[in-house]
């Protein structure tokens, strides 16, 4: 292949390679089990930054018991939006003991902004309604591999 068709054809894979991932649902991340009393849900994890930009943007459908789990490198206040999102949703705002924080219903295609109400590194989205209707409010506790309990004298249990 001469040189000139080699750039063009290597131009246009790279570019078809960027449309894509930027619209298009992110749908092989790594996932986790987690339960909610009762209740299980296979979380998608977002732990880069740029899988949590993504994060379910596109997406036309998601199953009842599915959700993503945004996994931040440290606590700190955490605001989402739904920008290309599709879908609506409910973001749980977790504690790393797997605490809910608070919990916000977030409008699709919204750019209003919803944050948690202490500093967190976790937040679950799932279908909205899915934590109503569990009966699932502030102050209800996750369970699965990402929290750590609190040990009796106020820290992170090993």
């Not at 054809?9 to 996932?31: E, H, K, V």
């Not at 986790?32 to 849900?41: C, D, P, S």
């Not at 699965?144 to 992170?156: D, E, L, R, Y």
Request: charged share 15%; with cysteine; glycine share 8%.
């Amino acid at each position: 292949m001469n040189p000139f068709a080699s750039f063009f054809l290597t131009l246009a894979l790279l570019c078809s390679g960027t449309s894509f991932a930027q619209d298009a649902p992110q749908l092989d991340l790594p996932r986790v089990r987690l339960t909610a009393g009762m209740y299980l849900v296979d979380a998608q994890v977002a732990g880069t930054p740029a899988q949590r930009s993504t994060g379910l943007m596109f997406r036309r459908q998601m199953p009842h018991a599915e959700g993503m789990l945004f996994v931040f490198e440290q606590a700190g206040q955490q605001c989402f939006w739904m920008k290309n999102t599709l879908l609506p949703l409910t973001a749980a705002f977790v504690a790393d003991d797997g605490t809910i924080v608070n919990l916000a219903d977030m409008t699709p295609q919204s750019s209003d902004s919803h944050c948690s109400a202490k500093p967190v590194r976790y937040v679950l989205e799932m279908n909205q309604g899915w934590f109503a209707q569990k009966g699932i409010k502030a102050g209800f506790k996750l369970s699965g591999p990402p929290f750590k309990p609190i040990a009796k004298n106020g820290t992170s249990a090993p």
